[in-house]
Structure formats: structure tokens, C-alpha cells
């Protein structure tokens, strides 16, 4: 009993049978050999395995930060266009339907106003007798005289009414990326300056937002198997698609009617409705996009907006540029301030951030928090990203973007220091409005950042694609140096 308990029991298990014979043993030996070899070989090729690993190039991370409609998704796409031509030709014409709707909206959006404008209005008569004008009743009297609306104006709302259906459809089959956000719970610029003490919960959150533009557009992928869930159009997409393109075209010159109309014109001056100046805006292109054969072009797609929920990850390997065969990963984020609590698990594992700060709104509110300037905002934001200690030694590129509607704004008279005291006496073009607003960011990140860094800042209006290129491949070589000395390739 005493010598088996000190047996050892491995030794036990690999011990020969007990009265084993000359073939059993030859057996068991032929087959301990042959486990061994493929043992052998799986051990080689994990070690195979692993030297490959560190062989193989490290992705280059880039995060695109910024509040909503400040170019983000933009510049994403301007990154694929330029850098990995292949797999935007494939998703070039899903776009299709976010740019309809897109136009769509700007002409309902119009709609809207006009139905306010004439709410109150009776039919009039002109001075002549004739009886296609509408004056206003029961409404205060304003400095400005009445706007004339007559016959053709409620023609062309009765018209371009079932463009309301054609909204909703393509809502519908977009999913949540197409709606807007109007209100927030957060009262902070940075929500991710505050993150909970479970990191692992924020991060997993983050990256399980998948109802961003992405996922929108693989819903449009053709050859795309579709069930309806319940409650949902049953009417099969191609249907949906054919609907659409019937009734844009057959509205395509009431569209361009009512945007060409000067006392529609009048109207959206007078209520600062400053259409053309948002993402997304199509009606100078309203002819071609609402025809039954449209398909996107390049300069559409880079102008086309659709909303990111969470963060969205995108993963390519450039076939030009300077990196041809580097994979990148780029991550873009909701902008508006109830989605940046998801922000920060990105910040760890970061080649660089791209910032963007559209300069052109200095006169305009959060579209979340009408108190908010949205100028303000971004600078809160900007200090909030610098002064951040775990991206103390991340890379930071400033774009200031925007820079073409902000000098048609000034040419319009519009005055900055009306919206920004501090802006003084300065000249009031594009060149001095530029140099003011770059030197506050300057200033925010050589007071707020933990350690001193480089200061990166590009003028851009990233829906030029010509100009966003040759920008972008500026930032490519700055990119990688960092990349390269962070992985110890270069010193």
C-alpha cells in the first residue's frame, strides 16, 4: 500500500501495460511516435505563427473626433476615396438613397416654412381684379411688408406633398443614422471627461453601437436578403426604391420651381433659414439627383450626410499613398453630446486623432441644446481632448474646417463679432477670421495639454475632395513617422 501512494502518477499513467507483448510494444511505439510528430508540427507552426505576428505590420488607428455636423464622416470618406478607390467603388452607388433623402428633406424643410408663412393667409386680389395673390389676415403687423404669395405658391405645396411619404419610406429603410438629434441629458461638452469606474461596461457599449451610417448602407447592398420584421413596410425594397425614384422625377421641376422662386427666396432670408449652408444640401443639384436613372457621384457621396450613432469602425489597406499595403483603422464617432460618453475606451489605442472643428458657425447653437454656441462648443471640446492625460503623448491634428462657408457667410455681411465680442475690431474677411480662430486653439492646447506638443492645424473644407487630398496626404506621412517611432522602426 505504501509503495503505490509514493508512485508517481504520471509516471503510472505513460507506463507500458503489464504483460505486454513484442507487437503490442512495437504498436504503441509506432503510434507515441507519430503523436509526437503532429504534436512537433502544431508546435512549429504556432511558433510560425508568432514570428509572423511580429513581422506583420502593426494598423495604423486613427480616430476622427468632433461635435455633429463637423465633417467627420466626411473626412472618413475622402480617406477611402483617395487611399482605397476599390472599396468605394463598391459602396458608392448604396449612397443613393441617403442622398434622396437628403434632398428630399431640404425641399420639405422649405415646405415647412411655407406652410407657417401662410397659416394666416386668405386669398386676395390684385389691384387689377385678378385673384391669384394671398394676403395676409389676423397677423401683426411687421416692419417688412407682406410677402405675396399666389396661386402657383399653394400649387406647389399641394404638388410636392407626397414628398412627406417619400421622407418617411426612406427613414424607414435607413433606420435610426437617418433621424436627428434635437435634445440631450448632457450639460457638458466632454461626458467622457466623467467615465464610470467599470470601464469594461463603457467600453463594451461602445463597440456594440452598430446602428450608425454603416449599417445603414448594408441594408442598401444589393442582393441583400430581407425579411420584414413586424410592423415594417411590407412592401418588398425594390418596390420601395422604384416608388421613390418615380415620384422625385415626376417632381424633379416643381422642386426646382420652388427652389428658384424669389418670394421663396424672401421668405428663408427673412427667417434666416440658411438651407445651403447645412450637410447634406442638394437643391442646386435637384435636377439631377431627383431623376429616375441617378446614380451618385464621387463629390455626392463626400457631400451626402448620414448620422453616426456610437463609434464606427472602418478598416482598410491603402493601394496608394505612401502606406500601399498598410492597414488603417479609422473610428468615427457620434458627435452630439449625448454620444460622447462612448469616446474615451478609444483614446488608449490611438495612433493619432484627427479634430474637427467647423469655424463657420460661430453664430449658430448646438442643434441638441439650442443654448449652446456652437463655436463655443468646440473650443469646450478641444480643451476637454487636449488636456486629456491619457492622450498626452497621442498626436493631434486640427482641422478648422468649414472655411468655404465661412467666407461666404462673411460676403453675406454676416459679422463676427456680433457672435464672438472678443473678435473686436478685426477686419472681417476670411483671412483675418481664420488667423483669430487658429490662434485661440492654439492657445487652449499649449495652455491645457499635460505636456507640451506640436501644434497641427489644416484650413479645410473636406467636401473639396481635390484640396482634402492633397491635405490628407500631409497628415499620411505626419501619421506614420508617428506610427513608425511608437512601434521603434525609426528614432
Known sequence: MGNSESEDPLTLAIAPPPNETPEQRTAREFAEAQAKKVSDEIDEQLRKEREGDKKKKKPVKLLLLGQSESGKTATLKNF????????????????????????????????NHLNQEMAGYVEGHHSDGSSDEVQIVHRKAKALPPLKFREHHRLLRLRLTPLTRVQQDLERKLGEASTEVHTTPFMTA????????????LQEFSINSNNGWKSALVKLRPNRPTRPEVGEDQRKPQDIEDDVAEILDASKDDIKALWEDSVVTELLNRRKARIED??????????????????????????????????????FVFDSGQTVGQEWRLYDVGGTRSSRSAWY????????????????????????????????????????????????????????NKCDLLQAKLQRGV????????????????????????????????????????????????IDTRSTAVTLGAVEESILREHLRHADLIV
Open 80 to 111: 477611402q476615396l483617395t487611399y482605397a478607390r476599390r472599396e468605394w467603388s463598391e459602396e458608392r452607388a448604396s449612397w443613393r438613397a441617403v442622398i434622396q433623402l437628403n434632398l428630399v428633406r431640404n425641399v420639405n424643410c422649405i415646405l
Open 190 to 201: 466632454a461626458p467622457f471627461e466623467h467615465t464610470p469606474n467599470n470601464r469594461r461596461a
Open 278 to 315: 447645412s450637410p447634406g444640401f442638394f437643391l442646386n443639384d435637384a435636377e439631377r439627383i431627383a431623376s429616375r436613372n441617378y446614380q451618385p457621384t464621387d463629390d455626392d457621396v463626400i457631400r451626402a450626410r448620414l448620422r453616426t450613432l456610437g463609434v464606427q469602425e472602418y478598416r
Open 345 to 400: 475606451p478609444y483614446f488608449d489605442d490611438v495612433d493619432a486623432i484627427i479634430f474637427l472643428a467647423p469655424i463657420s458657425p460661430f453664430d449658430e447653437k448646438l442643434a441638441e441644446d439650442r443654448r449652446v454656441n456652437r463655436l463655443e462648443d468646440s473650443y469646450l471640446l478641444w480643451r476637454s481632448v487636449v488636456s486629456c492625460k491619457l492622450l498626452a503623448r497621442t498626436q493631434i491634428i486640427l482641422f478648422l
Open 415 to 462: 459679422r463676427i463679432r456680433d457672435s464672438v465680442p472678443s473678435f473686436g475690431d478685426r477686419k472681417n474677411d476670411l483671412g483675418t477670421a481664420t488667423r483669430y480662430f487658429q490662434q485661440h486653439f492654439k492657445d487652449i492646447s499649449k495652455q491645457h495639454s499635460p505636456i507640451s506638443r506640436p501644434f497641427y492645424m489644416y484650413l479645410t473644407s473636406v
